[in-house]
T-cell receptor
Framework: DSGVTQTPKHLITATGQRVTLRCSPR?????VYWYQQSLDQGLQFLIQ???????AKGNILERFSAQQFPDLHSELNLSSLELGDSALYFC????????????FGQGTRLTVV | QKEVEQDPGPLSVPEGAIVSLNCTYS??????FMWYRQYSRKGPELLMYTYSSGNKEDGRFTAQVDKSSKYISLFIRDSQPSDSATYLCAMRGDSGNTPLVFGKGTRLSVIA
């Protein structure tokens, strides 16, 4: 167990809907990272927050947004969902800003039907 | 050409075999090289972390980086059925907090 908690574990929703994925980082970790893993694209970095502020941005669609709250938990919001958004979404956390030292959660499996 | 290429496998070996997993990359700016292990229905777990070129050993695992060839390897000695997983390579540049770029992973099965 990495100490990073993601909820829910599974989510099934219809196209056009909006969902929120939640991540609680390890105790003491200030950085949160979001990744998307699909069969054709592999694991791709979406966005990083450090102590409440956006730190780095990857291939995150405009339909997706994230935030980190004062208690350091983070939420990833996915809207106007498409079939192609079906994937595993991972959150990772690290003490500092270095993504090379991040621990991953167990992921949320999103299925869009 | 993708930035990081990794043979997806699957790779099936008998217990006790030496396993060699590899990635090639195209971006010469990459300086940090990592190997992750991902069990089915779990998140990736960092196994090895190397900066720049050279070898690093940790128990049964050895990571090698050859920057001149843009080629990295992970060797697993005395492989065990518990090593059955998908292995992902990842890398990034040296400047700031550039994102990690992952390979798609190689699925390994170690048969008892």
């Amino acid at each position: 167990d990495s100490g990073v908690t993601q909820t829910p574990k599974h989510l099934i929703t219809a196209t056009g809907q909006r969902v929120t994925l939640r991540c609680s980082p390890r105790s003491g970790d200030l950085s949160v990272y979001w990744y998307q893993q699909s069969l054709d694209q592999g694991l791709q970095f979406l966005i990083q927050y450090y102590n409440g502020e956006e730190r780095a941005k990857g291939n995150i669609l405009e339909r997706f947004s994230a935030q980190q709250f004062p208690d350091l938990h983070s939420e990833l919001n996915l809207s106007s969902l498409e079939l192609g958004d079906s994937a595993l979404y991972f959150c990772a956390s690290s003490v500092g800003r270095r993504n090379t030292e991040a621990f991953f959660g167990q992921g949320t499996r999103l299925t869009v039907v | 050409q993708k930035e990081v290429e990794q043979d997806p496998g699957p790779l099936s070996v008998p217990e006790g075999a030496i396993v060699s997993l590899n990635c090639t990359y195209s971006n010469s700016a990459f300086q940090y090289f990592m190997w992750y292990r991902q069990y089915s229905r779990k998140g990736p777990e960092l196994l090895m972390y190397t900066y720049s070129s050279g070898n690093k050993e940790d128990g049964r695992f050895t990571a090698q980086v050859d920057k001149s060839s843009k080629y990295i390897s992970l060797f697993i000695r005395d492989s065990q059925p518990s090593d059955s997983a998908t292995y992902l390579c990842a890398m990034r540049g040296d400047s700031g907090n550039t994102p990690l770029v992952f390979g798609k992973g190689t699925r390994l099965s170690v048969i008892a």
